[in-house]
């Protein structure tokens, strides 16, 4: 059992940037970011293995960094050169199997707001 809880979310501007955060009670599991915006599919952005290297999706590779401190338990997404399309409900995701970017994660966080204004 694990739980999640983002924050981190707001309204920025086009160019902009935010940090996410996600907040979780163990550390053993493969974790990634989601986003899903109104009316469309959720989609996986970025994904960390337990120790090891990061995955992105094609759409924010080299603006967004995914990242672990496992002593403060917490995740990261820190976003750069944000954009409207950025625009969307960003939740994170924790299992024991490496689903990447398959939302078929067994655990999620509430979620938290990103609005990019043009």
């Known amino acids: 059992q694990v739980q999640l809880v983002e924050s981190g979310g707001g309204l920025v501007q086009t160019g902009g940037s935010l940090r996410l955060s996600c907040a979780y009670t163990s550390t053993t599991y493969y974790m990634a970011w989601f986003r899903q915006a109104p009316g469309k599919e959720r989609e996986g952005v970025a994904f960390?293995?337990?120790?090891?290297?990061?995955t992105y999706a094609d759409s924010v590779k080299g603006r967004f960094t995914i990242s672990k401190d496992n002593a403060k338990k917490t995740l990261y997404l820190q976003m750069n050169s944000l954009k409207p399309e950025d625009t969307a409900t960003y939740y994170c995701?924790?299992?024991?199997?490496?689903?990447?970017?398959?939302?078929?994660?067994?655990?999620w966080g509430q979620g938290t707001q990103v609005t990019v204004s043009s």
């Open positions: 995701a924790a299992d024991r199997i490496r689903w990447l970017f398959e939302a078929r994660y067994k655990y």
């Open positions: 960390i293995e337990n120790y090891g290297p990061s």
